[in-house]
């Protein structure tokens, strides 16, 4: 398994999911969908775009990766998760096949996914990139719409050193003649893009050329704000329970996918379903980890960002919250730029170093070496839960808790 072993895990090549694909009757041709890629962002995208068109009142599959504490958090219809009895099913049904083919535990799950999708005749699937996107097992549906949310450095010893060398990797989802949207624009893979969308004839566009937010605020926990196109109002007041400022970009990203829906006449989806959906999110997919507040006083906050650019806006976040002493539970994985990382860490916080209990778990008292060297001062303790016990006890009511680093870290953390 690619989450806990790495590299060796992974397959890259997708003689196997449509071998797997075929044995099946093809089930990722028996409904409509929407592919979703990047480094950043590409998780909350696909659980906001779920819960606009479950509001609209569409019977709506969800396949993301990896999960927190469910295996069948990947895989759900209407936000809620694939029955047990499903998967044991699927496995024993297909144990031959999979002995015989041999392929990755994502394989599996893919197709698991598209089997239980086809067979559930939902109306419309989101389905998430595990990783890069042209020979991601995901790659064997033909979507309604494409979307890349950004790209950024992460997993480069697979993808490429440079987002230069990552992006075309990403473009790998775009398809002949099926519009894709770019959620942020980058100057310098922008070309890179709108070669790929040329080549295939594939409509291209920016969300964040032509769409923008204002009037942004956050009450009452949830993040308010109107939604512009160049100088005209498209949707005023709307509100989304996902706070992390980073969601702005994936906001935009949803809103332009969805009128491209809209415009193809196959799915309509009402500015009312665009309302309830954003302001509920958590609510119809159960989307957890991204600026989860898990208590207050102390304020006790975890998000999944777990390379540069995710840390950069964890840490845009952090300084918007009002607090006495920041306390920072912090553990990585082993494939990570992690010198990188621990540059940009604030010094004057408090650190509880812990590893995730998987085999990439970087040793916290490893992490803690390397971390003085950026004079971030703390303690190594032997899990993530020994971590975050400890800094509840030291933490006062004013003062800050953040969990992260590592998307198994805030998986630890989790109630």
Not at 10 to 20: F, H, Q, R
Not at 260 to 285: C, D, M, R, W
């Amino acid at each position: 398994m690619f989450t806990r072993i790495g590299a060796a895990a992974l397959k890259a090549d997708l003689s196997n999911t449509i071998e797997l694909c075929a044995a099946l009757d093809n089930p990722e041709q028996k409904f409509k969908s929407i592919h979703v890629a990047g480094t950043n962002g590409k998780g909350s995208t696909s659980h906001i775009l779920a819960a606009v068109l479950q509001a609209q009142g569409y019977k709506t599959g969800l396949y993301t990766s990896p999960h927190l504490k469910d295996f069948r958090e990947r895989i759900l219809i209407n936000g809620k998760k694939i029955g047990k009895q499903q998967v044991t099913k699927f496995v024993n049904e297909q144990k031959l096949l999979i002995e015989q083919l041999e392929p990755s535990f994502f394989e599996v799950t893919v197709a698991m996914a598209f089997d239980y999708f086809a067979n559930e005749q939902v109306d419309i699937a989101i389905i998430e990139v595990g990783l890069g996107g042209r020979l991601d097992s995901t790659n064997v549906i033909t979507p309604e719409v494409s979307v890349i949310t950004n790209i950024s450095l992460d997993h480069t010893n697979l993808l490429g050193s440079t987002v230069q060398e990552i992006a075309p990797e990403k473009a790998g989802i775009i398809k002949q003649r099926i519009p894709v949207v770019i959620g942020e624009t980058q100057k310098s893979i922008k070309d890179i893009f709108e070669e790929k969308a040329k080549t295939l004839n594939a409509p291209i566009f920016f969300a964040d050329e032509k769409l923008f937010l204002k009037n942004k605020k956050l009450i009452r926990g949830k993040l308010q704000f109107s939604v512009y196109e160049e100088d005209k109002l498209l949707f005023g007041n709307l509100s989304c329970d996902l706070t992390g400022s980073y969601q702005e970009k994936n906001i935009l990203t949803v809103i332009k996918a969805i009128s491209i829906l809209n415009s193809q006449n196959i799915f309509l989806v009402e500015p009312k379903a665009i309302y309830t959906g954003l302001a509920n999110v958590k609510k119809l997919t159960h989307l957890q980890g991204r600026w989860q507040i898990l208590q207050k006083n102390p304020l006790v906050i975890c998000d999944t960002g777990h390379n540069l650019a995710g840390i950069q806006e964890v840490l845009k976040n952090i300084n918007q919250t009002k607090f006495e002493k920041l306390h920072i539970v912090f553990g990585m994985v082993k494939d990570k730029s992690i010198d990188e990382i621990l540059a940009l860490l604030p010094k004057t916080a408090c650190y509880y170093f812990c590893s995730p209990n998987i085999e990439r778990g970087l040793d916290a008292c490893a992490l803690m070496k390397q971390a003085s060297q950026f004079e971030l001062t703390g303690k190594a303790y032997p899990s993530v839960a020994d971590a975050k016990a400890a800094a509840l006890l030291a933490a006062q009511n004013q003062d800050f808790i953040f969990i992260g680093g590592s998307t198994f870290v805030v998986a630890e953390a989790l109630p």
